[in-house]
């Protein structure tokens, strides 16, 4: 079965990188995607990466993919006050449909 | 429309009465999913349509839960005889229903059943 496993909680100061992982069961992943919500807000993409690569850049985020131990994080350079959100990791999955399996969520808090 | 829309954004509603919840997806989006989500959890999937047929309604935890989108557009999860244990934010997505499928999500339909 699916299970996507997050750590809860990361608090960062502001400008440090955030580095958030998230760990998946099924080998059969097609897709993996990060989706930020920010209160009271729906979930917003953020990025997503093939799961034939290893890493995805796009501006101050760094997605990387270890295949072999499942694991995934992504890596928010020169975190800012207004990355404070809850960040979700998900997988669509080969013969799964188009539907996505989110992890728990890892809520980022970014201090002065 | 340009985005998701989720209609009401909250519904407050009694015990054993029926809701209706209302998502009209980004148009052109031929994949229009609906999540559960509730507090301090990630999203569940609940049912997802590809055109106006139910592809996977896997999710649904029991009969008293029904979604239709009878023209491909529109869509409205339905839920009977509602109890406490409903109340959490429902969520609906659409998507291309292709290649990366991406979801864009509307901003949730907030449930509290009394």
């Known amino acids: 079965g699916e299970d996507v496993e997050q750590s809860l909680f990361l608090s960062v100061r502001e400008g440090d990188s955030s580095v958030i992982n998230c760990t998946y069961t099924?080998?059969?992943?097609?897709?993996l995607y990060w989706y930020k919500q920010e209160p009271g807000a729906g979930l917003q993409l953020l990025t997503y990466i093939f799961s034939n690569m290893d890493m995805k850049q796009d501006q101050r985020l760094t997605v990387l993919l270890n295949k072999k131990d499942k694991h995934l994080s992504l890596r928010i350079a020169d975190t800012q006050t207004g990355d404070s959100a809850i960040y979700f990791c998900?997988?669509?999955?080969?013969?799964?449909?188009?539907?996505?399996?989110f992890g728990t969520g890892t809520q980022l808090k970014v201090e002065l | 429309g340009a985005g998701v829309s989720q209609t009401p954004s909250n519904k407050v509603t009694e015990k054993g009465k029926y809701v209706e919840l209302r998502c009209d997806p980004i148009s052109g989006h031929t994949a229009l999913y609906w999540y559960r989500q509730s507090l301090g959890q990630g999203p569940e999937f609940l049912i997802y349509f590809q055109g106006t047929g139910a592809a996977d309604d896997s999710g649904l935890p029991n009969d008293r839960f029904f979604a239709v989108r009878p023209e491909g557009s529109v869509s409205t999860l339905k839920i009977q005889r509602t109890e406490r244990g409903d109340s959490a934010v429902y969520l609906c997505a659409s998507s291309l229903g292709s290649g990366a499928n991406v979801l864009t999500f509307g901003a949730g339909s907030r449930l509290t059943v009394l």
């Open positions: 998900a997988e669509s999955l080969t013969g799964g449909g188009n539907k996505l399996t």
């Open positions: 099924d080998s059969s992943s097609t897709y």
